[in-house]
């Protein structure tokens, strides 16, 4: 069942409402940092099928390979690693102080405004339950001034399920808002980063010829790019791409003036990363990628360089050092419960990196750094 | 060494955008190495010799400094920017920066309701001149290097980036002297130290040391109502005990005090509470390193003006020579 | 159990800050040499002591194939100080590995210079500190060391450089509790030397390492390279963890001598968690579990991701009052801490491969 091989093809695979129905199931999943999966489970059924190798590893990343095809016995291919992320920001429950009401860790970077008052699922059967807020006939008008302190919310099951009920103590959860189609965008929560994740299952199954595909799904990026390192190791790849999410800032400035810190614009196609906080992008990557999308008349932008991480940033510090470089999906509203992404930048992002791997050839790294 | 040291430090070279330097560097080493390699990171590693028995020693210094990158070019020509590496932005404020093409600029700040307290980098900006986004030469992503020329004070030495190019430049001077040595040779100028010691990690994996040395600048102690450190300047080059970042293998540490007091060195001894250098990810690559570090004392690290004693610097080197060419060993 | 006990206080009296581990590593290595084949220290200054498996074939001598191989780390470096100057005959410090400054004043500490000289920690008076608040609590900064010297003498004794640990001295509760400084870590190194003993008298299938790593408490350089160097199968990072006391009531604290404890989170294979608890109830060893969301504090976290990844486990020993110098600990939670890690080295067969259950298959096409 894998793809034809051949000439690389100038018709680029098209993201299509399958596509677009295995994004709703990957969004909706919960798939907390350390407890993967359910994601993991739907990338392993999707790539079967195309792999030569899968693997998963002692963290639970999956690694999987699709080996090219050399058309002269002097070339040798790229190894090229691909990366995006499984796991999404979330919620562990820490105890049980019954009548269905949990303590509950942050898994990740979650602003804490982000949480009272929303609906959540927790555990394998996605049992309901919300964060609850002291009603405002109750709060002091000094009190409105004030976040709600992390420690004073908790996750309300109802009284049904008290002590010794369904949930438990270290149960996962995740916002509960389900993955929505809107016009020309995409609601979802865990777009962040369920869009590279369905991007990488397209590339295994469309993999060009003239590279190696070395694909990992990792796990544990945001609580501290965990997975990326060793999937890194293990591949010992010449080069790396990560796809990932960026937030889009590009909101209307309160003055009306420039909005300057935007990091990104929604609709103005995939973010090319120069620099985080996490990685310095190697230039040569940076100037092959720019090139291949103004060649090919594909939209893209240059993230604003500045603070984030990808998994780029474990990934180029492993071994001898891997030049690496991000390419992510511009997105409203990241790590909240329900974040926006437009059609066309995911689509527009897929093309820019097939079209890229299909390029690629060991010139690209000839130079030095 | 002097002029070395002038030629080096004014090369605009921050994190990530080694190229001018590293190209200098190289020059300079060729005719002293039997092999110069750069990495998948950036680092330039020169290989001294084919010396087989004794150690194998990685010594490494970095060749970027902290700089600034571009992240808009509003519609007037105004740059905005992040920093590269721990800038203290209170020394932006009126500097000035050069970008790798050459291109000049000062900075600028927005108008703050406080005039004593340092805004943040958003309300900073740069002006190279330009009236508008499409006159302006540089574009996001571009860097800059902090501008400010070398001083020859006599004693004392003053420029940016003397973190680390003092550190380039006693290896370089010690490949220059180095007459024989027992040991197998690895002098590493390294990428990227100032974002996280990230080309440390990589060099080390790759060249697997029995031994390894950073040569990187420490603060010092002796300015008015400073922090309270027991390093001056003038008084030797110093020998790290620890810093934020590790704890140096006391054997090294025994061992540079043993060569030092040997060879009639002035040292001192370095505690720093504030920065760490690229020993740290020497010391826990692959199975461990044991590490040091030789540190040359320097005031307003991290400033446009960083300032260090010649004296130092030259005894830095004859330390280093001492310690690559006995027959003395840590272990 | 009185031998626990009294090499549990011999450890506690000795020095091994983070960086200088030499003194406490040589006392461990005494204690394990009869009870491991090969022992050794690490480029870092980790003790390595190994048990050699019976593998496939049932005999410790066979050299078939390369036996599978568990890892437990105990780290076994002290927090402290370190001079950082001296002035007048008195000395400047600043912390080795993390302390509440507020715990010092008054301290009775050994200063390490070129002989081991005791010393008080003192707060100077407000008035010869710059712009503090008189009654807030003095920083770690403005804190002196007072060796009872004259400054001619200090100078001549001590350096910047030297280590200054905390003197406090072991204090027995009947023969159950005990207090001291440097039960963190040292409380796990006992459990690990009581675990080598009960393996020594049983069979297992696989080789056990036994690990002291140094700099846990700055760097974690011991366990990353210890694992990077012994590459197991398994690595078992067995610490200290908060004990329920005066302040400490929370989920985040466990009762004292009730118990050990199994930490759950991202840093944590949950499938080896699952073995280990079903264990401990089989084996009616008291374990409760740790929730870990974050980091989970211990060796673990360095040891999760080094090279290809190996999956952890995180064993947790109840502690009052942790990095003061009166600790305190349970022995009966030593004990079951040992016990637990012997009997869940000697269930492990020769074929096991660890695997993540629930909802991942690992049957795909050509591979285990």
Partial sequence: MKTKRGAISKDLPKLRSAEIQLLERLCNAISVSGDEGEVREIVLEQVKPYADEVKIDALGNVLVTRKGITRRSDTRRLRVMLAAHMDEVGFMIVNDEGEGIFRFGVVGEIDSRQLPGHAVKVGSDHIPAVIGAKPVHLVEESDLKHVFPLDDLRIDAGPGNGKGGKIKVGDWATFAIRFKRIGPSLRAKALDDRVGVASLIELVKHAPANIDLLAAFTVQEEVGLRGAGVAAYAFDPDMAIVLDCTPANDLPDWHGEENIQYNTHLGAGPAIYIADRATLSDPRLVRFFIETAEVQGIPYQLRQPGGGGTDAGAIHRRRIGIPSISISVPTRYPHTAASIARFSDWQNTFSLVYTALSKLTSEVLAGER | ?331 | MKELMSFLKEMISIAGLSGYETPIRQLIEESWRPLTDELHVSKVGSLHGLQKGEGATGSRSTESGPRPSILFATHMDAIGLMVTGVVDGFLRVTEVGGLDPRVLPGQLVIVYGREDLPGVIIQPPANLLPNVNPDAPVSINHLLVDTGLLPQQVSKLVRTGDLVSYAQEPIEFSDEYLAGHTLDNRAAVAALTYCLELLRKNRHAWDVWAVATVQEEETMAGAVTSTYDLRPKIAVAVDVTFAKGPGVSDYRAFSLGKGITLGWGPNIHPTLHKMVKELADKLEIPCHLDPLPHRSGTDAYGMQIVAEGVPTVVIGIPLRYMHTPVEMVAIKDIQRAGRLMAEFAMQLEPEFVVELTGKCRQEVEGML
Avoid at chain 2, 145 to 153: K, R
């Fill in chain 2, 1 to 331: 060494m002097k002029s070395l040291i002038q030629k080096l430090v004014e090369i605009p070279a921050p994190s990530g955008y080694e190229m001018q330097i590293r190209a200098a560097v190289k020059v300079e080493i060729e005719p002293f190495v039997s092999e110069v390699k750069i990495d998948p990171l950036g680092n330039l590693i020169a290989h001294k010799d084919a010396a087989s028995g004794g150690l194998k020693i990685m010594v490494a210094a970095h060749m970027d400094e902290i700089g600034i990158m571009v992240t808009h070019v509003d519609e007037n020509g105004f740059i905005r920017f992040t920093n590269i590496g721990s800038v203290y932005l209170r020394t932006c404020i009126g500097g000035r920066v050069r970008f790798l093409n050459g291109t000049v600029g000062v900075i600028g700040i927005e108008r703050t309701d406080n005039r004593s307290e340092v805004p943040p980098v958003e309300k900073m900006f740069i002006d190279i001149g330009a009236a508008h986004r499409k006159d302006c030469p540089v574009r996001v992503g571009d860097v800059a290097a902090f501008d400010c020329p070398f001083l020859d004070m006599g004693d004392r030495l003053v420029a940016k980036a003397m973190d680390d190019r003092i550190g380039v430049v006693v290896l370089i001077e010690t490949l220059r002297q180095l007459k024989k040595t027992p040991h197998q040779l690895y002098f590493v100028f390294s990428a990227q130290e100032e974002v996280g010691t990230r080309g440390a990690i990589t060099a080390a994996y790759a060249l697997e040391p029995d031994l390894g040395l950073a040569v990187d600048v420490t603060s010092t102690g002796d300015t008015p109502k400073g922090v309270k450190m027991d390093v001056s300047l003038g008084k030797g080059p110093a020998i790290k005990v620890r810093d934020t970042g590790m704890l140096s293998d006391p054997r090294v540490v025994d061992w540079m005090v043993r060569i030092a007091q040997k060879a009639h060195i002035p040292y001192q001894f370095e505690v720093l509470e504030n920065g760490s250098t690229d020993a740290r990810s020497i010391q826990i690559a692959r199975a461990g390193v044991p590490s040091g570090c030789l540190s040359v004392p320097c005031r307003y690290i991290h400033t446009p003006s960083e300032m260090v004693d010649y004296s130092d610097v030259q005894n830095a080197v004859r330390l280093l020579l001492e310690l690559l060419s006995g027959e003395d060993k840590p272990f």
